[in-house]
């Protein structure tokens, strides 16, 4: 299985163009699966009969989708998941929770926090072991984008050793797409879908939505920094404009990736891609 992420503040258009690309390359007859039609085929397969769920494997293949995520969830998948991910991949575990235990003095939602990312391991772990070699996921919320939601409140460089180990030591995709849009851009088109706050975790608290959302960008351009430190390869986009024009590009840019091989900081290859947030 290879992977592709995207990377983005509240409002950079992830998920649209996460979206459009799945579109395409499913169109053009590409094994392309977002993470949740991988948690359905996980779950239909019964992965190694060790997860089968007598109820979720026999649904009909439209009601699979709609009900995978809460089958998963109330099932054994689940724990088994967990660990198998916990046992592959312990340091990034310890460096994300090391960060959410020094920010709980000012963290209102850290358990929010550690339950979205606790939701993706055991999601991607899932879908590991469903998918085959030559199976595409992409993910709009995964592993750069956890660092995001663990991280960018109030981020400092008291988050760097913890974000930096972290990146170093999760799943590395074959390539992470990091739309960048100014703050103002994403706060209006929050406003435009009805989240004014930023994010939800924001809702009920006294958090500066424009305060959070500088804290996102400054978090995620040194996670830009740090995934390239760590052998990612990263594809910056602009995220300002519409989606159309160079979709193309990028969906030709996602086909050819194979495994990354590494890259510096320094070497961030850019590509003005309009979107629609």
């Known amino acids: 299985m290879r992977s592709v992420e995207f990377l983005g503040i509240p409002g950079s258009g992830k998920t649209t163009l996460a979206a459009a690309v799945h579109s395409r390359l499913v169109a053009s007859n590409t094994s392309a699966f977002t993470l949740a039609g991988a948690v359905s085929l996980g779950m239909k397969r019964g992965v190694g009969d060790r997860l089968v769920d007598p109820v979720m494997t026999r649904l009909p293949e439209g009601l699979l989708h709609r009900y995978s995520e809460s089958g998963f969830i109330r099932s054994n998948a689940l724990l088994v998941s967990l660990i198998d991910f916990m046992a592959a991949y312990p340091m990034a575990v ?62 400092s460089e008291a988050d760097h050793d913890d974000l930096s180990s972290y990146l170093a030591a999760s799943p590395r995709p074959a390539l992470l797409v990091h739309l960048t849009v100014n703050t103002h851009l994403a706060a209006e088109r929050l406003a435009r879908r009805g989240e004014p706050e930023a994010t939800k975790r924001l809702w009920g608290t006294d958090t500066d939505p424009a305060r959070f959302l500088a804290d996102s960008a400054r978090c995620a351009d040194y996670v830009v920094e740090a995934a390239g430190g760590a052998g990612w390869e990263v594809l910056a986009v602009d995220g300002s404009s519409d989606l159309a024009p160079l979709i193309g590009s990028v969906v030709d840019r996602v086909r050819s990736q194979t495994p990354a091989t590494g890259s510096s900081p320094g070497d961030v290859p850019s590509l003005d891609l309009p979107i629609d947030g």
């Open 94 to 155: 310890s460096a994300f929770l090391r960060g959410q235990a020094r920010r709980s003095d000012f963290e209102l939602s850290s358990d929010l926090v550690i339950r979205w990312f606790l939701q993706l391991v055991a999601r991607y772990q899932l879908a590991l072991s469903a998918m085959g070699p030559d199976d595409l996921l992409l993910l709009d919320e995964g592993f750069a984008q956890r660092a995001i939601t663990g991280f960018a409140h109030r981020f």
